[in-house]
C-alpha cells in the first residue's frame, strides 16, 4: 500500500469529541534499513504523547511523517493542514543568522499570522521563556537551551492544532528544561495536541501517552503506567554485576545493579541477596528493549 | 603530525569532489586551456563593398577572408557588415582612395588586421583590394584599441556570474546546511513561493551590482556605451536568469557550502577562460570552441560588447538572445525540478531517497 497522507479531520478512536492526529501502520525504508516497521501513534488534542527510544530507534522519522516532511513507503498519517501544524526539526530550524525577533516575524509570516498578533505573542512567548532581552540578540549566538526555547515558540506561535517536536530538551539545563516544558504544556493545555520524541524518560512518565520504538518497531505504547505494569518478569536489585548469561539482562543504575529476571512473576521472592524492585518507566523500557533482543527473553 | 596526515587523507579520500578537483581538474584546465589559450588571429572576416568588390576579394591574401561582397553598396552597408559582427573589416572601393574600416570592438583581430595591412604596405604588395592606392584606414567603435573597452562590457557579465551562481548557490545550500529547509518544507509555502523567495534577492543585488559596474567602466575607464539600455537590460536579464537557474542547480546537488563553491567556480572558471571574454572565440581551438557555445557567457559577451560599443540592434543580435533564451529555460526549468524535489521529501519515492542530512537522526 502507497503511504499516504490525510490531512482532514480524523474522528477519535473513541467515535467521538475532537480530532485526533497520529499515524496508523505506517512503514518507511531508507534503501535495505527499515526504518519504521508499521508504527501506530494516535496524538489527542489537550495531551502531549512521548516517543522514546534509543539512537536509530526511528523516533525522528516517524516525527517527520507527523509533520509532512517525509511520506511514509505505506501506512496512513493523519495531520492538519499545514498552515494548522507546527514542527520542531532535529536541527531546531531556526536561523541562526537572523536574531530572535526576526526569526519569528519570518515563521509568523509563513504562516499568514498578521504582525499585531504575531508580536503581541511572540512578546508573551519570550517573556515567560525568559528570552524578552534576547530579542535583538542574533540565534546563533544563544545558548543551546535559549535556541530550543525560541524553536519550540516559533514551532507554537501560530497556534497550530498538532506540534511536532523532536527532541526539544535535549542537550539543555534543566532550568531551560523547565521552562521548555512551561511552554508545551501551556500548548497542551489550549488544546493542541503534542507528539514530542525525547530521550529523557522521566519526562516522556509525565506525558499523557508513550510509544516506545526500537529499530524502527513499537515495543510498548500507551500510558507510561501500563507500560510499566505489562513489564514481563521481575526486576531485582543486585550487588554486583551477575557472571555469565543474566549479565546480559542486568544493567547498572544509580550506582547500583538491577537484574531482569523474565521467568519469575512480579512478586516471586528471589535468591539470597537479591530484592524485589518496583519498576519504573525507564526499567519497563529496558526490559521492553531487552526482551526484543534474540535471545533477550530466553 | 603522523595523526593529522593519515585524518586529512581520510577526509580527502571520501570528499569525492575535492578529490576530483584535484587530479582531474589540472589535467582537464591544462588540455583545455592549452587550446583554448592563443591571441593569435588567422583569419580577418572581410566585407567588400563599392565597384571593385569583386577584385578586391580575388585579390586579398591570407590572414583575409572576405566573406561578403556588394559591388552595389557603399560605406553605410560596409558599416553595418561590422555593427552586425558579419565582419572584422571592410574594405570601400569607388573613390580616390578605398577605405579600410576595422571593427576596434574585435580588438586582437583589429590589431592582427593593422599588422598585415602595414606588413603588405612595406613587402610593396598590392595594395589591400588591387588597387594602387594607400587606403585611408579607420578603425571604429573603439578607435584607440583600448582594452578596457571591451573588456569591462564583458567584466559585466561576470559579476552577473559570481553574483547569480556562485552567491545564489551558496544562499540556497546554506538553508540545507542550517536544517532549516525541511522546515520550509512543512511551512504552508508553495515550491514557487521558495525558489523565488531565494532567488529575488541575488536578482535585485545582481541587478545593483551590473550598474554600479557600468557606471564605473562608463565614468572611470570611460567605455561608451552606445546602443540601446533596454537591448542591454533585456541581455542582462535573460542572462541572470540562467546564471541564478544554474546557482540553483548547483545547490540543489550540493551538501554544504563548501561543495557549492567548488561546483560554482567549475562553472565560472571555463566561463571566463573560453566565452570569448579573454581570448577572441576565433582563435579557440575547433576541438575546444564548441564549449563555449554551451556557455551563457558566450552570448552575454557579444550582446554587451554589441550593445555598448556598437550599438547593435535586437535584430542583429537575435542569435545570442535565442540561444542565451534557450540556455534558460534549459536551465532554469532543471533548477525548478530540482528544487521543488529538493524542498518536497514528502514526494518521494518508496525508500529512494535517504532524508535530509540535518534530520537524519532517527
Redesign the interface.
Known sequence: M?GH?AMVAAARPDGAGPPAWGADEVC????KTV?LDCVTVAALPGQVTAVVGG???????LL?CL?????P?SGTVRRP???R?G?F????????DLTVAENLDF?AR???ISRQVARQRAAEYLDRAGLARASGRLAGQLSGGMRQKLAVIAAMLHHPDLIVL?EPTTGVDPVSRSGLWWLIARAAAEGCAIVLATTYLDEAERCASVLVLDS?TVLASGTAEKIVAAMPGSLRAVAARPEGEPAARSWRRAGTWRGWDPDSGRLDAGPAGRHVITPDLQDAVTVAALAATPGGAA | MWAMIVKEFRQVRRDRRTLAMMIVLPVLLLVVLGYAASFDVKTITVAAAGPQAHAVAGSLRAPFDVTRTASGRGRSWAQNQLRDGKAEMAIVTGATRPLVLIDGSQLFSAKAALAALAQMERRGASQPGGLAVTPTVTVLYNPGLTTSDIMIPGLCGVVLVFVGTIITSLGVVRERQTGTLEQLAVMPLRPRDVYLGKIVPYFLVAIVDLAIVLSVGIAIFGVPFRGSPAVFGLGALLFLFVTLGIGVLISSVSQNQGQAIQLAVMTLLPQVLLSGLIFPLTSIAAGVRWIAYFLPLTYFNQISRGVMLRAEPITSLWQPFVFLALLGVIVVTGATLRFRSYLAPAAREHGARKPAPAAQGA
Open positions: 502507497t497522507d518507511v525504508v531508507y534503501g526504518a539512537d536509530g530507534a526511528g523516533k525522528s522519522t517527520r509533520a509532512g516532511a517525509l511520506t513507503d493542514v499545514k498552515e501544524s514542527y526539526p532535529a536541527s531546531s530550524g531556526i536561523y541562526p515563521r509563513g504562516y499568514g523532536d524502527g
